[in-house]
């Protein structure tokens, strides 16, 4: 079994800032590509951020320049800094990875999801 926890969300004013984690654990062998995604209320779920096993990474053009992905492989771990954030920001986020288990399956896992909130 896997577990994908996440943490830090939280209500903030705009120009404010927030990081997020997400913690892989359980019977794994190695984690590969972690993301970020976020949905809003009757909007669909988006791509904020992803990163690949390397380290190179990819954000949707809102956010460039203001959120930065970033992982711990030792701690098979995935984080995201939020700066200078605004009420478009405003929404759930979710991190995903795609982990080999021990029987050496390659299966995608999601976090629970943590509120983003930015409001003045």
């Known amino acids: 079994q896997v577990q994908l926890v996440e943490s830090g969300g939280g209500l903030v004013q705009p120009g404010e800032s927030l990081s997020l984690s997400c913690a892989a654990s359980?019977?794994?062998?190695?984690?590969?590509?972690m993301g970020w995604y976020r949905q809003a209320p009757g909007k669909e779920r988006e791509l904020v951020a992803s990163?690949?096993?390397?380290?190179?990474?990819n954000y949707v053009d809102s956010v460039k320049g203001r959120f930065t992905i970033s992982r711990d492989n030792a701690k098979n771990t995935v984080y995201l800094q939020m700066n200078s954030l605004q009420p478009e920001d405003t929404a759930v986020y979710y991190c995903?990875?795609?982990?080999?288990?021990?029987?050496?399956?390659?299966?995608?896992?999601w976090g629970q999801g943590t509120q983003v909130t930015v409001s003045s």
């Open positions: 995903n990875a795609f982990v080999v288990t021990t029987d050496f399956k390659l299966r995608t896992y």
């Open positions: 990163i690949a096993l390397g380290g190179s990474t």
């Open positions: 359980g019977s794994i062998v190695g984690v590969n590509a």
